[in-house]
């Protein structure tokens, strides 16, 4: 990590958290809140000055109105604002009543300092890969269009750049060329963050940043073919974006725990 002499403003990502209505319900073996709970720790304890939390979809595993009230609870004690956006998990009809369709926390676009945030929704019913729809790329093409002289951050839950691992790359983004393009031709875009692959992703491309992240829960194996989970702790992304549009990242895991999780699974 290089020192950054300029103003910037902090940021966490907490992404994947996979809740369930009963706190106590265990996904492929992990309680899913106590690692949230523990995440959220590591944050208060790591992290001084955030500004606010980008929460990149799964959300909740059974996509009820409990779990995301619980949800916005917890994030809510961080004393930030969250906005979120929908995974393949969720539902955003779902959401919205949980947490009211008028919460900012569903902002779509907003300003921080130099810099706007887009938040995209790749979500599509019924299905584990994610789709960008022609309104959102309008969306995001009047957003970049407004957005000219202003660094931008665009959120979304599936990942847009390949993964290693063959049976996750088969639930990416399908119509990634379509977002490409649009980042390609403004280069106001200086990074991209997903959720999605439960793992840390680095790329840069084209001069811009393409991250993916550690689950608040289970870890995915980069690497191998079919569905297989890392040893890794759960985690967070922190971001520091510079008045001069260069980003800082990393990411940090809970350490000194072992958790309950079924390494022998073949799925969930
Ligand atoms: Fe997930």
């Known amino acids: 990590m290089t020192t950054n002499s300029t103003a910037s403003i902090r940021l966490v990502q ?6 369930y209505a009963d706190s106590s319900s265990v996904l492929v073996g992990m309680n899913c809140e106590e690692s949230l709970q523990d995440v959220l720790s590591l944050i208060r304890k790591e992290e001084r000055d955030l500004v606010t939390a980008l929460c990149t979809g799964d959300i909740s595993q059974d996509n009820s109105k409990a779990s995301y009230q619980r949800f916005y609870a917890s994030v809510a004690g961080l004393g930030i604002p969250q906005y979120w956006i929908p995974g393949n998990h969720d539902e955003m009809t779902v959401m919205q009543q949980a947490v009211g369709s008028d919460n900012p926390c569903f902002s779509k676009s907003f300003q921080l300092s ?23 790329l309008h969306f995001l093409a009047q957003q970049l269009q407004a957005a000219k002289h202003q660094h931008v951050l665009i959120c979304l839950h599936h990942n847009c750049l390949p ?5 996750l790359q088969k639930h990416a983004l399908v119509n990634s060329d379509q977002l490409l393009a649009l980042i390609d031709s403004h280069s106001q875009v200086k990074g991209v963050l997903f959720g999605h692959i439960h793992q840390d992703y680095e790329r840069n491309r084209n001069s811009v940043l393409y ?24 985690g ?20 000194n725990k072992r958790y309950q999780v079924d390494f022998s699974s073949i799925g969930y």
């Open 14 to 19: 907490i992404t994947d958290t996979h809740l």
């Open 114 to 136: 130099g810099w706007r945030i887009i938040m995209l929704n790749t979500h599509v019913d019924g299905q584990v890969y994610g789709q960008l729809s022609a309104a959102e």
């Open 163 to 167: 993964v290693d691992a063959a049976w």
């Open 211 to 234: 991250l993916g992240s550690p689950s608040t829960c289970i870890q995915f194996h980069p690497t191998k073919n079919q569905f297989a989970l890392d040893q890794c702790n759960p």
């Open 236 to 255: 967070y992304r922190w971001l520091e974006l510079g008045s001069d549009g260069v980003i800082l990242t990393g990411v940090k895991r809970v350490s």
